[in-house]
Nanobody, 123 residues
Framework: QVQLVESGGGLVQAGGSLRLSCAAS????????MGWFRQAPGKEREFVAG????????NYAGSVKGRFTIFRDNAKNTVFLEMNSLKPEDTAVYYC????????????????WGQGTQVTVPS
């Protein structure tokens, strides 16, 4: 498994933007598919966005498509989630996930997880 450390969370007003980062401790980062999930209070953890090994294929949850962008810098072992037009319903703990074998949208598709970073968008 690979160690993942998220950063960039915080409090932002509705309509604002944040960029989350996830640094991976592996020399083979470019062979990992990466994903972002989130968990709001009292709710199940849900898929937000995913990106394949090379970065040329991405997929998004319908609720964030057009507002969020996932991208990666394989030279820096880092994946990012650019979040624009934030809404109160985006409030959640955001988790980074990685897997060397699968590229999916389910929690079971990812073997390694970070500790999460809190994003709060007040209503």
């Amino acid at each position: 498994q690979v160690q993942l450390v998220e950063s960039g969370g915080g409090l932002v007003q509705a309509g604002g933007s944040l960029r989350l980062s996830c640094a991976a401790s592996t020399r083979t980062f470019s062979s990992y598919a990466m994903g972002w999930f989130r968990q709001a209070p009292g709710k199940e953890r849900e898929f937000v966005a995913g990106i394949n090994w090379s970065g040329d294929n991405t997929n998004y949850a319908g609720s964030v498509k057009g507002r969020f962008t996932i991208f990666r810098d394989n030279a820096k072992n880092t994946v990012f989630l650019e979040m624009n037009s934030l809404k109160p319903e985006d409030t959640a703990v955001y988790y980074c996930a990685a897997d060397p074998n699968r590229y999916g949208r389910e929690e079971d598709d990812f073997a390694s997880w970070g500790q999460g970073t809190q994003v709060t968008v007040p209503s």
